[in-house]
């Protein structure tokens, strides 16, 4: 028997979780029965979507349950194996995160390799972040050489890489918004933003407009809000919007009310899709090739907000909601090997 600690769900929050809607619980964990392996996690993924299932109801994935542990990506080291094709000391990519060990059937798990990313990289520039960005810009704003693109939540996880990658596929400027200064300097200076704005400095539909004298042709949606209200007054005819996620709502304790400027849709012949990451896993052996290059020839720069310890998971999970990440906000573990 392992024994380590699990972060359930104690209560499900109204409006802003706080850590009382976490409890932290020692557990012993089992062996692997036939099929199963004994993982002990190393990397642990916090992400916007875990709000949405700490509230009842189910919306594309079932919500987590009250008195149960939460789940997540997270990559960690096979300990015991009863499962053909797995090994002691295999590093696997899954789904069971908030917890230093886990068990689960085998066929959860994919085998990632350190020596072509570090492991982390699998929960960000290589991992569900990655494949995000790149989806939507590809597939699902269908992205074309020399346009202009505009994504919100520029600083983050998703966002950071959908920014360079819209550069890396022809975007003539690419305009970023984020939550600070220091944030906005990070997206022009480091990542290659042709501009970015605070969306704390004024209205968005202001510091959009200036950022974009010739309009945008396609909107990277993270935020929601006013920020989508801006963004469908600032696209130019025939605009694509990727609506990715709407991060300002999902802590409402009561719906607010939308854009009111909907209408435009219909004039400017706009098309916004909504999507979802795991629809898509026919295109990851086409993201790997093309980000896994852009990454490999230093072409994609990253930053990690790291957080030590899984009792620290949820202060890493309300920081990331609260913006206190630059790219991707993970918690660490254990140390691997
Ligand atoms: P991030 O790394 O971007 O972290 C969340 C960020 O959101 C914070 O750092 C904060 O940055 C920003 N934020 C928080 N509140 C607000 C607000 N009221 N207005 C504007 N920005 C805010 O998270 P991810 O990259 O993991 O996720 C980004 C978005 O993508 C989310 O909406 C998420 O739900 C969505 N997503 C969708 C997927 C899909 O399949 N459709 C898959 C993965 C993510 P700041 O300091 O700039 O405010």
């Known amino acids: 028997?392992?024994?380590?600690?699990?972060?359930?769900?104690?209560?499900?929050?109204?409006?802003?979780?706080?850590?009382?809607?976490?409890?932290?619980v020692e557990v012993e964990q089992p062996q692997p029965g036939d099929g199963e392996l004994l993982v002990r996690n190393v990397w642990m993924s916090v992400d916007p979507a875990m709000r949405g299932r700490m509230n009842a109801g189910r919306s594309y994935v079932p919500p987590f349950e009250v008195g149960k542990a939460l789940q997540g990506g997270a990559v960690g080291e096979v300990v015991a194996a009863n499962a053909e094709g797995f090994?002691?000391?295999?590093?696997?990519?899954?789904?069971?995160?908030?917890?230093?060990?886990?068990t689960f059937d085998a066929k959860h798990a994919v085998k990632v390799d350190p020596q072509v990313a570090p492991l982390s990289a699998y929960?960000?520039?290589?991992?569900?972040?990655?494949?995000?960005?790149?989806?939507?810009?590809a597939d699902i704003a269908e992205q074309k050489e020399g346009d202009v693109v505009f994504?919100?939540?520029?600083?983050?996880?998703?966002?950071?890489?959908a920014g360079q990658i819209a550069k890396l596929r022809g975007a003539s400027r690419v305009i970023g918004s984020a939550g600070s200064a220091e944030k906005v300097r990070y997206l022009v200076d480091e990542l290659g933003f042709d501009?970015?704005?605070?969306?704390?400095?004024?209205?968005?539909?202001?510091?959009?407009?200036?950022?974009?004298?010739?309009?945008?042709?396609?909107?990277?949606?993270?935020?929601?809000?006013e920020h989508l209200?801006?963004?469908?007054?600032?696209?130019?005819?025939?605009?694509?919007?990727?609506?990715?996620?709407?991060?300002?709502?999902?802590?409402?304790?009561?719906?607010?009310?939308?854009?009111?400027n909907l209408f435009k849709i219909v004039s400017k012949r706009l098309k916004l899709q909504g999507f979802i990451v795991i629809d898509h896993g026919q295109r990851k052996d086409q993201f790997f090739a093309e980000v896994g290059g852009w990454l490999r020839d230093g072409k994609i720069s990253y930053r990690e907000t790291v957080v030590e310890g899984l009792r620290n998971a949820p202060e890493a999970f309300l920081g990331m909601m609260r913006g206190e990440n630059t790219g991707k906000m993970l918690v660490k573990i254990a140390n691997a090997g």
């Open 151 to 161: 994504v919100s939540g520029a600083a983050g996880a998703v966002g950071s890489l």
């Open 195 to 225: 501009a970015a704005f605070n969306y704390h400095d004024g209205p968005v539909i202001e510091q959009l407009k200036a950022a974009a004298p010739d309009g945008i042709d396609v909107y990277f949606d993270n935020v929601g809000g």
């Open 1 to 24: 028997m392992s024994k380590g600690l699990e972060i359930r769900l104690a209560s499900r929050p109204k409006g802003w979780p706080t850590q009382e809607n976490f409890d932290v």
């Open 87 to 102: 090994q002691p000391g295999d590093f696997v990519l899954h789904y069971f995160g908030w917890r230093d060990y886990a």
């Open 123 to 137: 929960l960000y520039v290589l991992g569900m972040p990655g494949m995000t960005a790149y989806v939507g810009l």
């Open 229 to 260: 209200e801006a963004a469908i007054e600032v696209l130019n005819d025939f605009g694509r919007v990727a609506e990715c996620g709407m991060i300002s709502q999902y802590n409402n304790a009561e719906p607010k009310p939308g854009p009111n």
